[in-house]
């Protein structure tokens, strides 16, 4: 899946990626994790910071674009 992720002081708000610059991707698993956490493209966008970092540190959300990969976490006990 696509992504434009923006964050505000309570959650990351993942919404489906239009015409912004930044695009995010998932895999196959991380968009399974997303929709089991209860993420739904037009009605639910808000993802815990808990889930946001799981998912880069497991490897499954990545961003692409121009002057990517602009984002890195490093694995640790604290991000699984």
């Given amino acids: 899946m696509l992504f434009h992720i923006s964050y505000d002081e309570l959650s990351y708000i993942y919404q489906p990626h239009g015409t912004e610059p930044e695009v995010w991707s998932t895999t196959r698993e991380g968009s399974e994790r997303l929709k089991a956490a209860g993420w739904r493209p037009f009605e639910m966008h808000r993802v815990s ?9 497991g490897g499954h959300l990545e961003a692409f674009g121009v002057g990517f990969p602009k984002y890195e976490v490093a694995r640790s006990s604290e991000t699984l």
């Fill in 49 to 57: 910071r808990h889930l946001h970092l799981a998912l880069l540190a």
